[in-house]
C-alpha cells in the first residue's frame, strides 16, 4: 500500500486495468451516428454534446477492457407512415465499439410505444448473443426505461444511470403537469431508487440518487485531441468569442447576435459552430455582420482546432428555475481548450473551475453585450482554468472514475436473485437492498 501512493497517475490506470475484470456493458443511448442522419431525418433533433459524450464515455470504458455496445433507439423527428428498419452503424466512431440502432415507426400516437418496444427487442436480441454483464442508460426517455426495467427485474443485472438531464422539470426548471406526465414519473422514480449507480452533470441531479449507491459527478470529458491542441495551440489564439452546440432556442443565440451586432470590438470575430432548428434564421440574422462566422457541423479533429484558437467560449443559456437541472457539457470543453467561459449560471460548479468563468445575471441581448464587452475590454478572457478542467475531467481521471464506478455497482448487485416472475426482487439480505 504504501508503493501505491508513489505510483504515478499513468501507472496507476494501468494498475487498474489489470485489477479489475473487464465487463459487457450496454449503454442505451439516444446516439446518432453519421448513417443514421443519411438514412433518417433526425437532424433537427441533433443532440451535438450528447453524441460527443456517448462516444468519449464509450471509448474511456475500453480504455479499461470493458467490451461496450451502444443500443440507440434512433429517433425520428418527422411523423409519417414510413417505417424504418433495425441495422448496425457501418461507420462506428470506434471499430471496436458496435453501434446498432432500434427500427422506428413515426406515427402519431404509435412512435413512442414502437420505440420503446423496438430499442427492449433489440437489447434482448443483442444479450442472447452475448450476455452483458452491467446495462448503463442515458438519462430516463421511455426506451431506456423499458430496458433497464427488463434488465433489473428479469435478468438480475445491474444498472447505471447517466443522467444529463432532469426528468421531472421543464428545461427551464418548472415541474412538469399532467396526469400523463405523473403516471410516467412513477416509472422513472422506481428506476432512481433502484439502481445500481448514478453519473449526472450536477450535484442537484445527484441528489435525486439514493445517496447509499455508487455516484460520480460528471459534468464533460475532455477529449485527448482538446489536450493536444490546446498544448500545440497556445500560441495560435485568436479574437474569436466561440459558441459551439445544437442551434436551438433555449441556447440563447438569438439574444447573443443581437448583443453581437450592437457592439463595436475592432479585431474581434464570433464564431459558430453546430447545427439545429434556428439555423437558417441566425444566418438572416448576421446577414449584413462580416465579423459573426457560420461554420456549420464540424468532425470531432475541425473542431477541437477550432476550440483550441477562441479566447472565450460563450454560454448564453435560457436561465432554470432549478439551477442544475442541466449544465452545458460545452463549459467544461471551452475551460479544458483553453479558452475563458462567458456563461448564465447552471448551479453550483467547483472553486477551481470558477477562476475561468464570468457569469452573467440573465441572457437578455443587453447583458450579453455588457458582459462580452467588459470581458473584451478588462482583458478578463486571459483568466482561464485549463489544467482545473483537465484534472477533473481529462481521460485518465475520467476512465478510473468510471471504472470504479462500474465495479462498485457490480460489486453492489452481487447477492440479488433474478426473480422467476419478473414481477418482485429478493436480496441475500437486508443490505442489499437499494
Not at 351 to 357: D, F, S, V
Not at 397 to 413: C, E, G, P, Q, T
Request: proline letters at 6%.
Amino acid at each position: 500500500m504504501r508503493k501505491e501512493r508513489y505510483l504515478s497517475e499513468e501507472d496507476r490506470y494501468k494498475l487498474d486495468v489489470d485489477l479489475n475484470p473487464k465487463m459487457r456493458i450496454a449503454y442505451i443511448a439516444p446516439y446518432q451516428g453519421p448513417t443514421l442522419m443519411e438514412r433518417r431525418p433526425i437532424l433537427r433533433n441533433l443532440a451535438l454534446a450528447g453524441n460527443v459524450k456517448i462516444e468519449l464515455i464509450a471509448a474511456l470504458l475500453r480504455r479499461h477492457q470493458h467490451d461496450v455496445e451502444v443500443l440507440s433507439q434512433g429517433a425520428v423527428v418527422e411523423r409519417g407512415p414510413k417505417y424504418y428498419p433495425a441495422f448496425s452503424e457501418p461507420t462506428p466512431l470506434d471499430s471496436r465499439i458496435p453501434v446498432h440502432y432500434a427500427s422506428a415507426l413515426p406515427v402519431p400516437y404509435v412512435s413512442g410505444l414502437w420505440s420503446s418496444q423496438a430499442t427492449l427487442a433489440l437489447f434482448r436480441e443483442r444479450h442472447r448473443a452475448s450476455p452483458f454483464e452491467l446495462v448503463i442508460i442515458y438519462n430516463l426517455a421511455r426506451p431506456q426505461l423499458e430496458c433497464a426495467r427488463f434488465a433489473s427485474d428479469h435478468l438480475g443485472l445491474p444498472v447505471v444511470v447517466e443522467y444529463e438531464d432532469d426528468a421531472f422539470v421543464e428545461l427551464s426548471g418548472r415541474n412538469k403537469q399532467g396526469l400523463r406526465v405523473r403516471w410516467q414519473f412513477r416509472g422513472a422514480k422506481r428506476i432512481l431508487d433502484s439502481v445500481a449507480g448514478c453519473v449526472a452533470v450536477s450535484p442537484f441531479l445527484l441528489s435525486r440518487f439514493p445517496t447509499s449507491i455508487p455516484r460520480l459527478l460528471l459534468r464533460g470529458v475532455v477529449s485527448e485531441e482538446i489536450l493536444s491542441f490546446r498544448k500545440q495551440a497556445a500560441h495560435e489564439k485568436r479574437n474569436w468569442v466561440a459558441f459551439s452546440g445544437t442551434l436551438f432556442r433555449s441556447k440563447g443565440l438569438e439574444p447573443l447576435i443581437r448583443a453581437w451586432t450592437a457592439l463595436d470590438l475592432p479585431g474581434w470575430e464570433l464564431h459558430i459552430t453546430g447545427h439545429g432548428e434556428l439555423a437558417e434564421k441566425l444566418r438572416k440574422m448576421a446577414s449584413n455582420d462580416s465579423s459573426i462566422v457560420f461554420h456549420g457541423l464540424l468532425d470531432r479533429t475541425e473542431y477541437t482546432r477550432f476550440l483550441s484558437k477562441a479566447r472565450i467560449g460563450i454560454n448564453p443559456h435560457d436561465l432554470s428555475e432549478t439551477p442544475g437541472n442541466v449544465f452545458a457539457f460545452k463549459i467544461v470543453e471551452y475551460l479544458a481548450a483553453g479558452a475563458h467561459v462567458i456563461t448564465t449560471p447552471m448551479g453550483t460548479v467547483e472553486p477551481e473551475l470558477e477562476r475561468g468563468i464570468t457569469y452573467m445575471t440573465d441572457n437578455m441581448a443587453e447583458t450579453i453585450a455588457a458582459t462580452l464587452q467588459r470581458v473584451i475590454v478588462e482583458r478578463l478572457f486571459e483568466r482561464t482554468a485549463a489544467e482545473a478542467a483537465e484534472d477533473a475531467y481529462g481521460p485518465v481521471a475520467v476512465a478510473n472514475s468510471l471504472n470504479k464506478l462500474v465495479s462498485d455497482a457490480v460489486l453492489r448487485n452481487r447477492g440479488r436473485s433474478v426473480p422467476r416472475t419478473g414481477s418482485a426482487k429478493t436480496y441475500a439480505s437486508p443490505d442489499e437492498r437499494p
